[in-house]
């Protein structure tokens, strides 16, 4: 075994620790931000309210998750732009 390919061992190992604890912590963010866009796209399309579906709900709706989904909703129904 050459120096080489223990140098490539170790910085695959270490590339996929990092991109493993990466995904660890931004997964629960897309998955968050994936159903308060559903749960936008359907109120719109039983006609229950009109929400907003661009990148300032999705986020609230990400780093909120259901709490942020309800704001989003309330704040909807009030006539708040967002």
Known sequence: MGWGLILALVLSILVAVVLFHLLRRVLPLIINGFFGIVIFWL?????????????????IAAFGGIIGVIIVVVLAAIGVPL
Not at 43 to 53: A, C, K, Q, Y
């Open 43 to 59: 109120l719109s399309f039983f006609g229950m309210l009109d929400v907003p579906i661009d990148i300032i709900t999705f986020l």
